[in-house]
Nanobody, 127 residues
């Protein structure tokens, strides 16, 4: 059974950083691209970043957290990381990771491209 578990969220002040983790099990992690999305209260879920099975293949949202997020992966421990920096109150959201068999600059932005989803980790930025 495929499983993705996010962690690392929390309550932070503006300007601080967080590193989110997504740990996978139950499928061949190295064959999958892992994407990150976020969903704020009352808003639709939006794409943040994706990293392919080739760790040099990654795409970022042009509008969400531009220049303030970095995605990486460590296949030895089945984990993808999302480093968030210079956090702002508008970054408050639940952050989700998801696994997909394919990666593309356009397709990776679409929720339908993903096969498995985690339950999310909450990031709250308060001033």
């Amino acid at each position: 059974q495929a499983l993705l578990v996010e962690s690392g969220g929390g309550l932070v002040q503006p300007g601080e950083s967080l590193r989110l983790s997504c740990v996978a099990s139950g499928f061949t992690f190295s064959n999958y691209a892992i994407g990150w999305f976020r969903q704020a209260p009352g808003k639709e879920r939006e794409f943040v970043a994706v990293i392919g099975w080739n760790p040099t293949d990654m795409h970022y949202s042009n509008s969400v957290m531009r220049g303030r997020v970095t995605v990486s992966r460590w296949d030895a421990v089945n984990t993808v990381y999302l480093q968030l920096t210079d956090l702002k109150p508008e970054d408050t959201a639940a952050y989700y990771c998801a696994a997909a068999r394919s990666i593309g600059e356009v397709t990776s932005r679409l929720e339908g491209n993903y096969d498995f989803w985690g339950q999310g980790t909450q990031v709250t930025v308060y001033s």
